[in-house]
C-alpha cells in the first residue's frame, strides 16, 4: 500500500550447479562416459493435477528459472566440493569446468492460466545439461505456481465482495525458509496480491509493501490510546491501527476514533485499523459502522488471522466488512487441500529425434512422448475453452482428439480461434525477450483469467477446462509403447 | 550414503536486516522517536500446538539463527531502499547505519527436545534491536522445527521395523523456494536422517549425500539392461538402481540380478535398488526374497514415492522389507495434519523491568509475563518429565504449580532432578560458544528424545509432556492481568 520505486531487480536465483539433486550429477557422468551426453534431449515440465482441487493455476516463476538457466557455471570451490566426493573422475569434473547451460527452452510466458498435463516448459538441451537444471527449475516453478495460484484464489474470494476489496501477504514469519518468503512474495504478487509485508522482497522485486504495528507496539507503552498516539505521530498519513491488544470494540475502535479525529483536526487523515483475532465477520461489520457513523467512511479495514480464500468467501458471504485481507501462512506455504507442494515433473519426451516415454502400471504417470506444440483455442466471444498438444501442426474444427491419459476419453474439436500458445524464450543458452516485469506479469494472469469460462475459477467444485492431445501425438504414443515392449521383449 | 569431508559450513543465513516485516521498520522508528528504542526489552518465543498433533518438538534451526544476529547490519543500499519508501526520517536512518545487534539470548542448544508454551528462545536487547529480528527469528526456527520433527517421526517409524530402516531426505524439488529445500535438509538431518540427495546442502552442511538414477537414464539407452551396465560401469561401488522403469519384478529386478552378478564377478558388490511406484509392500517382500535367493543379501533396498511416517509405519505393519525410506516432498514441506507452518510466535514479556503481556479473549493466545526461567525435571530413572517456568528460583518437591494456560489444571511437583534447561548463547551480540556441528545437534536430539517416556514419541495420540508455571510466575501473572485492567479503566 505504500508506494515503492522499484528498483533494481535482484533475483531470486539459487545460482549455483550444486543446487541438484546428487542422481543428476552422477547420471551427467554417466552419459559423459558413455558419450551420450551431448545427444540432443527434450524434457517437458508438467504437473498432473489442479492445485487446491480447483479449475486451473497460474504460472509463475518462469522469469528466476530463465535467470538461473542463463548464469549456471561450476566455480573451483565447487569442482573441488565435486572431487571430495570420490565419485567423479577428472576428466568429468574437467570438463564442467567449462559447463554452460547452451540449450533451448519453450514456455508459457509467466503470469498466463496453465491447467494440468499441457508441458508448460520443454528444455531442449544436450542431455546432460538438459538432466542437470531438473530438480532446480522443479523447486523454482512447482513453488511459485502453486503460490501464485493460492492468491488468484484469495483474490477471486476477495473480489466476490459487493465492496472489493484486496489481498496482501503477510506470511514471511511462517514461510518455509527464508527464500521460500520471498519467493512466496514474488509469487503472491503475480497471482494478484497488491503488497507485501516483507521489506526485502519489496527491494528486490519492487513490490508495494504494507505494514501496519504489532501488539508489541501497544504493549510498549502506558495505554493503548498512548500507543496509537505515537504511531500516528509518526505515520499521520499512513497509519493503520490494530485494535484487539485489549478489546477490540471496548477499547481498540474507542481509541482509534479518537485518533482519528485528532489526526483530522491537524490535517491528515486515520488510514485504517486492523482486526487481528476474533469473528471478523461480526467485528468488522461494528468496526465499518462505528467508523462510518463518527464520519470515517474511508478509513480501511485490514484483517488478518490464519485466513485463506475459503474463510474470505465464508466472510464475505456472511456479510463481513474488509477491505484488505492479509494472507500469511496459508499463502506463504501455499496450505490447504492438496497444497504444500505441486507436483510438477520433468520427463524425457525425445532424445535423437527419437520419441522417448515412461511406462508404467498407471497411465496417469505416463508422459506423453515427442516434441510437441501446445495450441490453445478460443471461441468467438474470446473464451479460452481447449489445450490441444500436437506434433505441430495447428488444430482445425472436427479433428479427433483424446484424453492424455485416457484414451477412451474422445471428442472432435469445435470451431476455435488457435494460438500457438509457448514460445521459445531463451534460444542457445540466451534469453529471447527482455525478462519480463512483475506488473506486466500480474496483469497478464488477471487477463487471461478474465478470458475464461467463469466456472473455471470457482473456488469449489469448478469447470475442468479441456486438454487434448491431437491424434499425430496418439499414434506416437502408440508406436512407442510398441517399441519399448519390443525392446524389452528382446533384451 | 556416500562418505563426505565435511568442508566450510558457509551457513544458510538471510543475513539483510531487510529481511522482515515491514511493520518492524516502522515500530522502530516510532520508538526511536519517543525516545524508548533503548528500553531493555524480553521476547520470549515459542509454540502453542504440537506439530502433526504429536507429542514433541525437535528444536531446529538456532545456529543459523545466531550467525543472523551476529551479523546484521544495514548497508548503504539498504539504507537507500528504505529511504525510497517514504516512512522513514533522515535521523533515523542516521542511527540504523551503526545499528548492531548487542541483546543477550537465552535458549535451548539446538537439538533439544521441546514442548508447547516453553520460551525456547529468549532475546533481551534495546527495544528496537528485539523487535526487528521477530521476523527471521521466527522464519528460521519455526520451519527448521517443523522439519526436524517431521524427520524424528520418519525415523521412529523406520525404526519400528525389526531389520531396521534409515530416513534419507530426497525434497528438493518439491520443497518451498532453494533455501525452503536447504533448510529443509539441514533440518532434516538435525532430526535423524542420515543423508540428503541435495548437493549443496552437502557442500554448505558437510551432509552425506545420497543418490541413485531416475527413469530419464533408462530412457535414454536402447534397453533398461544396457542402461544398468552402464551405470555400474561408472559407479562400481556405489550402484542403486531403480526398478520400475518397465516393469519392477519383471524387468528391473531381473536385469538388476544380472548386474549383480556381473559386478561380482568382477570384484564389486551391488549397493541397492530403488522402487518409486506400486506396492510397497508387495514389491519389498518381492525384491528382498528375489535378492536374498540369488545370493545377495546385503542389496539394501530404498524406496520412495510420497512416503511419510504414516507410509512407513503402515508399510512395515505390514511386512515390508524396506532398508532405506527417501522421503521428499512430505519431509522437506513438513506436510501433514496441521503441518506446513509451525505456529512459533514472539511476544514481549517484559520492559524496562515490567512484565508485558497481550490479553485475548482467548487464554492460549495470551503469553506468560516475565523473565523466567525454565527448568526441566527428570526421574531417579532418568526419564524427562516436567518442564517448568518459574521466575528464577529451581522448584522442589510439593510446589503447587500449573498449566499455563488454564489456572484450573495444578499439580503439586513430585521429586525430580532439575536442570536449568536453557543457557545463555549470545551476550551482547556475540556468541558464548563456539557454534554446534550438525552431527553433535543430531546426537543431542537422538539421546534426549530415548530419555522420554515411550509414549511421548508415539505418532498417533502420544502422552502428552507436561509443562507447568510455578506458583510466582502465576502470581506475576495476576498482578499483571490487574494492572493492565486498571490502567484501561483509568486510560
Redesign the interface.
Known amino acids: 500500500m ?1 508506494p ?2 522499484p ?1 533494481q531487480q535482484r533475483d ?3 545460482s ?1 550447479p ?10 551427467m ?3 559423459f ?2 558419450g ?1 551426453h551431448t ?1 540432443e ?1 527434450t ?1 517437458d515440465l508438467y504437473y498432473r493435477r489442479q492445485p487446491y482441487s480447483g479449475g486451473f493455476a497460474v504460472w509463475a516463476g518462469l522469469e528466476p528459472a530463465l535467470d538461473y538457466l542463463g548464469h549456471l557455471s561450476f566455480s573451483r ?2 569442482l573441488d ?2 572431487a ?4 567423479f573422475r577428472p576428466e568429468f569434473l574437467e570438463a564442467l569446468g567449462g559447463w554452460r547451460f547452451s540449450g533451448t527452452v519453450t514456455a508459457f510466458r509467466e503470469g498466463r492460466i496453465v491447467f494440468p498435463h499441457v508441458p508448460l516448459l520443454s528444455v531442449t538441451a544436450p ?1 546432460w545439461e538438459a ?1 542437470l537444471v ?3 527449475l ?3 516453478l ?2 511459485q505456481t502453486l503460490v501464485a495460484t493460492k492468491a488468484a484464489r484469495c483474490v477471486i474470494a476477495a473480489a466476490s465482495s459487493p465492496h472489493g476489496g484486496e489481498v496482501v501477504e ?1 506470511g ?13 512474495a514474488r509469487a503472491a504478487f503475480v497471482g494478484g496480491a497488491t503488497a507485501t ?4 522482497a ?2 528486490r522485486y519492487g513490490l508495494p ?9 501497544v ?2 507503552f ?5 500507543a496509537f498516539r ?2 500516528a ?3 499521520p498519513d ?1 497509519t493503520v491501527l490494530l485494535l ?4 477490540t470494540l471496548k ?1 481498540g475502535l474507542v ?1 482509534a476514533l479518537t485518533v482519528a479525529r485528532e489526526l483530522r483536526e491537524k490535517g491528515h487523515e486515520l488510514r485504517g485499523v486492523r482486526l487481528d ?2 469473528d471478523l465477520v461480526y467485528l468488522s461489520r461494528r468496526v465499518r459502522a462505528g467508523l462510518d457513523a463518527a464520519g470515517f467512511p474511508d478509513v480501511k479495514i485490514i484483517a488478518s488471522n490464519d485466513l485463506d480464500e475459503q474463510v474470505i468467501a465464508s466472510v464475505i458471504a456472511e456479510g463481513g466488512r474488509i477491505d484488505v485481507y492479509g494472507v500469511g ?1 496459508q499463502l ?4 490447504g487441500e492438496g ?6 515433473v520433468y ?2 519426451a525425445a ?1 535423437n529425434g527419437e520419441p ?7 497411465p496417469v ?1 505416463s508422459n506423453v512422448p515427442g516434441v510437441k506444440r501446445v495450441w490453445r483455442g478460443r471461441d468467438r466471444e474470446g473464451t479460452v475453452t481447449f489445450d490441444v498438444m500436437t506434433l505441430g501442426e495447428m488444430p482445425k474444427e472436427g479433428d479427433l482428439v483424446s484424453d492424455p491419459t485416457n484414451p477412451l476419453k474422445h471428442t472432435h474439436l469445435p470451431a476455435l480461434e488457435w494460438e500457438d500458445a509457448r514460445e521459445v524464450v531463451m534460444r542457445d543458452g540466451q534469453r529471447v525477450h527482455p525478462a519480463d516485469d512483475l506488473p506486466t506479469i500480474q496483469a497478464r494472469a488477471r487477463a487471461e483469467a478474465l478470458q475464461l469460462q467463469e466456472g473455471t475459477l470457482r473456488l469449489l467444485n469448478p469447470h475442468q477446462y479441456k486438454v487434448s492431445i491431437g491424434q499425430d501425438v496418439a499414434d506416437l504414443r502408440d508406436r512407442t509403447v510398441r517399441d ?1 515392449r519390443a ?2 521383449v ?2
Open positions: 505504500n515503492v520505486t528498483t531470486l536465483v539459487c549455483t550444486l543446487f541438484t539433486d546428487l542422481y543428476q550429477l552422477t547420471m557422468q554417466g552419459y562416459l558413455q551420450m545427444q534431449a524434457f570451490a565447487d566440493y565435486l571430495s566426493l570420490q565419485l542431455l538432466q531438473e530438480t532446480a522443479l523447486n523454482t512447482n513453488f503477510f514471511a514469519r511462517r514461510a518455509q525458509g527464508p527464500n521460500g518468503a520471498l519467493s512466496a509485508s516483507n521489506v526485502e519489496g527491494l509493501l504494507s505494514g501496519t504495528h504489532a501488539h508489541a507496539w504493549q510498549s502506558g495505554s493503548e490510546l498512548e505515537a504511531y505521530d509518526a505515520y499512513s484487539d491488544t485489549v478489546d477499547s481509541n483475532s476474533g501462512t506463504a506455504t501455499a496450505g497444497g504444500g507442494a505441486l507436483g510438477g520427463k524425457l532424445l522417448k516415454m515412461k511406462l508404467t502400471g498407471d504417470k519399448i525392446d524389452q528382446g533384451s
